[in-house]
């Protein structure tokens, strides 16, 4: 899933990714479960799911439009325009939140890694949450593909949020190229949170689910064929 995820989101942004580059990437990180005692918490219920369309959020004409990801039926959408991302959230105040930002153009950045990218989000939320802190990540080294350097990361943070133990989840893609004049980077990252005591339920019943149903509907890029003449 990861391999075509990859080959999937290269192949409609930049029309370069070759199969063999593909076959190079490593495998999606997998965090480990929490090793930290458990505490009796109420388990998770999801009543339905529903999907939410990115035409809803990026222009028609963008190549991620036609992806979707599905979400807690009773959940609020709020979609933001301007930044380009859809939160999902539990409740009004977004304690139990998951927000997806399906594609960003970053021109000319300083950010060439989704390691270097993940220091943008990390002051994103510190700005809300004291203490911040990252307690488990993996940045595997990037990939050059057909001239496209691809590079992934997942982490967990843990910080106070309103006087709360939180954890926040962070998942990015990121494509960086180089042109000459002008260089651009592509990013493609979800973050989600939830009390501390109640994270790993959630993210396993829920936003895990939530990622994998965004990954599965990009499509796959196609390769060219060679034009065919009959004699």
């Known amino acids: 899933m990861r391999k075509r995820f990859i080959g999937a989101v290269a192949g409609l942004i930049l029309m370069l990714v070759s199969g063999a580059a593909l076959s190079q ?16 918490t109420q388990t998770p219920k999801v009543a339905g799911w529903l999907r939410y369309q990115m035409s809803e959020l990026l222009p028609i004409n963008n190549a991620m439009a036609v992806t979707h990801i599905e979400y807690p039926r009773d959940w609020q959408v709020m979609p933001d325009y301007y930044q380009r991302r859809v939160t999902f959230s539990k409740d009004s105040n977004g304690t139990v939140s998951f927000t997806l930002c ?7 950045p300083v950010q060439r890694t989704a390691s270097e990218f993940f220091q943008l989000l990390f002051q994103e939320i510190n700005q809300r949450v004291s203490d911040l802190r ?13 001239g496209v350097i691809f590079s992934e990361g997942r982490a967990e943070l843990q910080g106070t949020e309103n006087g709360m133990d939180m954890t926040y989840y962070v998942w990015i893609d990121y494509f960086y190229s180089s042109g000459g004049y002008f260089s651009v980077g592509t990013a493609i990252f979800a973050l989600a949170q939830a009390p501390t005591v109640q994270f790993q339920d959630i993210k396993r019943l829920i936003f895990d689910r939530m990622v994998k149903t965004f990954v599965d509907s990009v499509p796959k890029a196609q390769p060219k064929q060679a034009d065919q003449t009959t004699q």
Do not use: G
């Not at 399906?102 to 000319?108: D, G, T, W």
């Not at 990252?134 to 057909?146: C, R, T």
């Open 25 to 40: 990437l490593s495998p999606p990180f997998q965090p480990q479960p929490s090793q930290q005692p458990k505490e009796t």
């Open 102 to 108: 399906p594609v960003m153009e970053l021109m000319n």
């Open 134 to 146: 990252i307690v488990k990540q993996d940045f595997p080294q990037s990939q050059n593909i057909a």
